[in-house]
Structure formats: structure tokens, C-alpha cells
């Protein structure tokens, strides 16, 4: 009986390591078959960018909030595309308003810095959020005016998170890369009496990135590098499409809620030690 039962024990162990091997092993390739269809979408940067086009195609006016925690107040400016904010679009199947593509609004980046700054920095954080996206697509002729309700509300800090919109057919000519470097120089200078925060294409493009980097040095902006997190070939947990099944391609490159704990990591860097 008792070699009976000790067959059984050793039977019921080995099916169970099998099980888990199994189980690790449909992972693996799970994990492999998500970043092949993710990689194929980054067969250019321009692919990526047409892939955008459907997105911001609405006008926003500011979303404003606070995370009260005591009377000290922090008031904090987002100025940025649809991963900043996005709001409803059944055509491509999204069906709420945050920053494209959080699961939900307090996933997006930029509540979960707002939150993480007041509970780990013990102030209250008032903030007010726009998508400036026509900027990205328009700098030549965007309206300013535009952007008063988001000076009116007097940030101590202004971050901006603009620039994957930008064509970069457009920035392989020099004429329009030093356009590109002094409208958004005069579009960040619009927050001179604000520190300003200027953060790199979450999905990566040289020439986009030295026109913003050399923006945010002629402004004395900090610069929060997003690029790596976004990048092909990169760490494909940082888009949607690895966590949600989207129809529309576009909404899948975005920032998942993993995408979005990382950026908020990222300009949580800043304020982590400007506020110490």
C-alpha cells in the first residue's frame, strides 16, 4: 500500500512539473507571437505615423483636477497628443477618455504622476490637461490662442509631450527641421514663467529627437527621454497591444497601463529631485 501511495505521490509531481513546464512554455510563445505582430507594425516610421493619423482628430479644451493631500498646492500643466489625452472614438475602438491607450483614466500617465507626486511629495497637485496635437501636424500655422486657458491656469511646471505627430519626411529637410525647432521653441516659450518639462517621442525617430532636444535647450526645458520605452525592437510591454486586443492597429502601438506606469516613472524622475 505504501508503494502504492509513494507511485501515486511521484506520478502527481511529475505531471505537475509537466503542467508548469507546459504552462511556461505557452507563455514563451505567447510572449513571442505578441512582439512578431508588434514588430510588424513598425515596418517604418511612417507607417507608425499613418498609422496615428486617425487619432486627435478632435479639438480639446482643457480637463481639469486636483489630488488633494494637504495645503501645500503644486498645479502642474500637461500639454501633449493622444497619449496625453484622447477622448472617445468608436471608429477605431476607443471607448473612453484618457490618455490613448490606458485601460482606464486614473491608468494614463498623467494621473498617475499627479498621484504619485502628491502622495510621495505629502502637497496637493492641481492640474490641467490638453491635447495640442495640431501643433504636431500644423506648427507652422498653429493658433496660440489655443493654449490660453492652459496659461491662464498658472502652472508651476508644464510638460510636454508632443512631437510622434510630426512628420518626419518634413524634418529631412533642413528648412523645415530648423521651422519644426523654432515654432515649438516659440510654442514652449508661450510658459517662460513655468519650469518646463519637455519629453522625447515615446516612439523613436532621430530626427525628431535632436529637433526636440534642441528645443528644450534653447528653452533651459529638462528633458524626460521617452524613446527608449517605445522603441522597435524594445521591451513590447510598454504598448497596449500586449495587454488589450484593439481593431485598430494605431490604438494598440499606444502606451498600455504597464506603457504608462514607466512614463510616469520617467518625469516622476524630475519632480523626485527638484522637490527634495
Not at 480637463?63 to 500639454?79: M, P, Q, R, Y
Not at 504622476?113 to 498653429?142: C, D, G, H, P, T
Not at 528644450?216 to 522603441?231: E, P, Q, R, Y
Request: net charge neutral.
Amino acid at each position: 500500500m505504501c508503494g502504492k501511495k509513494k507511485f501515486i505521490f511521484i506520478a502527481s509531481l511529475s505531471l505537475n512539473f509537466i503542467a508548469f513546464f507546459v504552462f511556461c512554455g505557452i507563455l514563451y510563445i505567447k510572449q513571442d507571437v505578441v512582439k512578431n505582430k508588434l514588430s510588424s507594425f513598425f515596418t517604418s516610421t511612417k507607417n507608425v505615423e499613418n498609422l496615428a493619423k486617425s487619432m486627435n482628430q478632435e479639438v480639446f479644451s482643457p480637463e481639469f483636477g486636483k489630488v488633494a493631500n494637504g495645503d501645500s498646492v503644486l498645479k502642474i500643466a500637461f500639454v501633449g497628443n493622444s497619449i496625453t489625452l484622447h477622448g472617445v472614438a468608436e471608429n477605431i475602438g476607443w471607448t473612453h477618455k484618457s490618455g490613448m491607450a490606458a485601460s482606464t483614466l486614473d491608468n494614463d500617465y498623467v494621473h498617475k504622476l499627479v498621484k504619485k507626486i502628491a502622495m510621495q511629495k505629502n502637497i496637493s497637485v492641481e492640474y490641467a490637461v490638453i491635447n495640442a496635437a495640431s501643433f504636431e501636424r500644423n506648427f507652422e500655422s498653429f493658433d496660440k490662442n489655443r493654449l490660453e486657458k492652459i496659461k491662464n491656469f498658472k502652472p508651476d511646471y508644464v510638460i510636454f509631450q508632443l512631437g510622434e505627430n510630426v512628420s518626419s519626411a518634413k524634418l529631412k529637410n533642413e528648412n523645415e527641421y530648423d521651422l519644426f525647432v523654432g515654432k515649438y521653441v516659440e510654442f514652449i516659450s508661450e510658459f517662460n514663467e513655468s519650469k518646463k518639462i519637455v519629453c522625447l517621442p515615446f516612439w523613436y525617430e532621430i530626427n525628431k529627437v535632436s529637433a526636440i532636444t534642441e528645443a528644450a535647450l534653447k528653452t533651459n526645458a529638462f528633458i524626460v527621454d521617452l524613446s527608449h520605452l517605445g522603441a522597435e525592437n524594445h521591451d513590447y510591454r510598454n504598448y497596449a497591444a500586449s495587454e488589450i486586443k484593439y481593431s485598430h492597429k494605431g490604438v494598440g502601438l499606444h502606451p498600455g497601463d504597464y506603457g504608462m506606469e514607466n512614463i510616469s516613472n520617467n518625469i516622476f524622475s524630475v519632480f523626485n529631485a527638484l522637490m527634495n
